[in-house]
């Protein structure tokens, strides 16, 4: 997964359908707006989910592939409480995919529409601005969903008529929205840097009624890290097996947050992956509820210290096997030549 592929960091976003007046395609990661005659593709969609403060503030970081030939993107994402936003880093998703891969078995021998027209409402109030490097994150509370339609075609964003009903759901909650610019002056083709969002939540959450507007949906992965594994709890999904349940040990992991929150206590990494054939069905957002039931399903890759003793003990083995194979031939030989000494005699 390159760094490189796109320099513009793309938000860590939590819900929804992407929306481009005149050409869409839904994800579920948030509402993106490009400008008229421009189009856009969403591809794999990634996302973390872990305990900024066990039980009380969530951390959620996000990866998204995306297509667009213009570098003038926004997205609008919605989250339960005010978010903190910062940069996230995308070699932490290569660190996860390894983590939930079986391990090789070893060889133990020896070798669209606009929301144009709508009518203005209550305008939400602006809480925050977060300036990133490549990224502008601007969060908003209050007002009502025309006033927050509204407030994003003011601002550069767009906002089908659909979206209305579930923004006016998400406000009714109490919920805020972060709206965000990229700042770069490439076209998206590949993997966005992620950010990461940490936001005040009593359970893992992963938003996605804004997708319920969308014609078609992708393929969304969602990794858990806790105390326990994690399984599912949405109207539209049901619990079954993870994909992948991993039970990590410290020097078995090579990244620095996930090392710290393996340190917490924060040990069984769960993955899901979720294919969504009917968005309308996405009524209720995904909650992650802890599942301690669920059982390991591999082992985890070798740690760090058993590879290196592997390595390191590999050519010693075959020095002793050749070793052993020199002492026992020569301790035939002596034996033979014993016998017919005692035969001569």
Known sequence: MSRGAIRIALVAVIAGLLLVPGSARACACGAAYVPEGHTVEAGEEIAFLSWAEEGERERLEMLLGIT????DLAVLVPTPTVPDVTQGDPERFDELARLTTPPPEKDWSLFDEDGAGAPPGAAPDV?????LEDVIATVIEGGDASGVATWLRTNGYAAKPELEPVIADYLEEGWRFTAVKMRGD?????YADPIVLTFDTPTLVYPMRLSSVADDLGEVTVFTLDRTFRSPLASWTTSEE???AVELVEDGVHDDVLDNLVERGQNRLTKWTFSIEDPAALTSDLELAREPEIAETFAPAATESARDAERNLSPWVAVLSGALGLVVGAGAVLLLRRRRSSAVG
């Open 68 to 71: 667009t030939e213009t570098p």
């Open 127 to 131: 809480i925050s601005r977060t300036v």
């Open 186 to 190: 490439k076209p998206f083709d590949g």
């Open 242 to 244: 993870p994909e992948a």
